[in-house]
């Protein structure tokens, strides 16, 4: 799989790096969690070894924070520029290391170790990377979370967190962890854009989805719609629906829908009183549009 990096970005420059990547096909293959807490296995502790090989491979990094989930892995790096090694250079060492290190613990030369290619999300502020050290960090209790709480996947009422504006009481159904992710990207499309300037702005979000942004919108107008259901397409690819109307009748429609629901790769929010009606109603609309940006620019640091 191709991840789509920033067209204009040196990736042999400064920056803070947040990266990730996966098992193949994402099997719990590198740790355990329990009571939030990480227990790495053998295979995990190579993935370990070969992050903080990555100094001695090119001094120009140096390393931040990392977690070794279940079956995915994050990091934080930080190069300080003019590196030997770009970016996806660095990254595509450290996992063809650890599978090497992984096939051998498991006596499987020809296991499938990793998913192809990686995530990154380049922060250029101190305020941005401490949002991605924090989410790094939180990673196994938001996990624990998710295993210990099927009832997020029924009605949630009275939700709470900081990005939601406080004066409105919001409704939920899935994993509300998404909202912690630094990085949402707002989905706002005019029913009037057409042609290039449509295919442009599309491409442009689907291309951010593949880089690891989850998208947030409330999917009303064609272009939202068509931006919604191709990035349902795309693996892992994690969507917040801001509903423009109550959720008292909400169901996902069909099995795919109903799977990321429950693997925790959506989201169904909506700030209307249960006695909206399903009709997208203008004014609804615009609200939903306002929230959407809100939401999408607020985390804890940054207003």
């Not at 400064?14 to 990266?19: H, S």
């Not at 090497?100 to 192809?116: F, G, M, S």
């Not at 949002?131 to 009275?158: C, E, G, I, M, S």
């Not at 942004?213 to 999917?219: C, E, Q, R, Y």
């Amino acid at each position: 799989m191709h991840f789509a990096r920033l067209k204009n970005h040196d990736y042999r420059g400064e920056g803070y790096y947040f990266v990730t990547f996966a098992t193949a096909p994402r099997r719990a293959l590198l740790s355990e969690i329990r009571a939030g807490q990480i227990r790495l296995f053998p295979e995990g502790r190579t993935v370990v070894e070969a992050w903080q090989r990555i100094p001695a491979d090119d001094p120009a990094y140096s390393l931040r924070v990392n977690v070794v989930m279940p079956d995915h892995f994050h990091g934080i790096l930080v190069c300080k520029g003019s590196a030997h090694y770009s970016l996806p250079q660095i990254v595509e060492r450290m996992k063809a290391r650890s599978r090497q290190a992984i096939r051998r613990l498991k006596n499987a030369p020809t296991l499938d170790v990793w998913e192809d290619g990686f995530h990154d999300y380049v922060a250029f502020t101190p305020a941005t990377f401490n949002a991605f050290a924090d989410y790094v960090r939180d990673n196994p209790r938001r996990w624990q979370l998710r295993h210990d709480n099927p009832q997020w996947f029924a009605k949630q009422t009275d939700v709470v967190h900081p990005r939601l504006p406080p004066e409105t009481r919001w409704t939920a159904y899935g994993d509300r962890t998404l909202l912690d992710y630094p990085w949402l990207e707002p989905v706002v499309i005019s029913r009037r854009l057409e042609g290039v300037e449509l295919e442009t702005e599309v491409a442009r979000l689907l291309a951010l989805a593949r880089e690891g942004a989850v998208l947030i919108g409330g999917f009303i107008s064609p272009g939202e719609r068509r931006v919604a259901r191709e990035a349902a397409a795309i693996p892992r690819c994690r969507l917040v629906y801001l509903h423009p109307w109550g959720l008292s009748r909400y169901k996902p429609h069909g099995r795919a829908a109903a799977e990321r629901l429950a693997s925790g790769l959506t989201l169904a929010l909506s700030g209307l009183p249960d006695t909206e009606e399903s009709v997208p109603r203008r004014e609804n609309c615009l609200l939903n549009n306002r929230w959407t940006q809100a939401i999408a620019a607020r985390w804890e640091g940054q207003e």
